[in-house]
């Protein structure tokens, strides 16, 4: 038997997950696949902290390395197409969108 374990961090998404669980357990398949071992029900996901929020700070020291390695072409593109000049421009909500590019660049946050 094949067990599998996953902690979500943060509450929205367990409860999110857990809501997907539940409808995707109610509605019948619109397959005809039957799997050859029993289904198990869903168990509910619970959450152990909070995930951090990312700070400018770290956005700008990511963002330092990443013209330490010869990609400041890049990161000047990233912050023109937030339709800003610097990191400190960028609003909050905006900070985990633009670290999560600043990873696709390469930067580690």
Request: no cysteine; net charge negative.
């Amino acid at each position: 038997m094949l067990e599998i374990k996953v902690t979500i961090e943060s509450p929205e998404l367990a409860s999110a997950i857990n809501s997907l669980a539940a409808a995707l357990s109610s509605k019948p398949s619109t397959t005809d696949y039957t799997p050859e071992a029993p289904s198990q029900e869903a168990v509910p996901l619970t959450s152990t902290a909070p995930v951090p929020e990312i700070t400018r700070e770290q956005i700008m020291s990511a963002g330092a390395a990443l013209i330490d390695a010869g990609k400041m072409t890049e990161l000047l593109g990233l912050l023109n197409s937030y339709s800003v000049q610097a990191v400190t421009h960028l609003k909050q909500e905006q900070l985990g969108a633009f670290a999560a590019e600043l990873r696709k660049l390469g930067a580690q946050i």
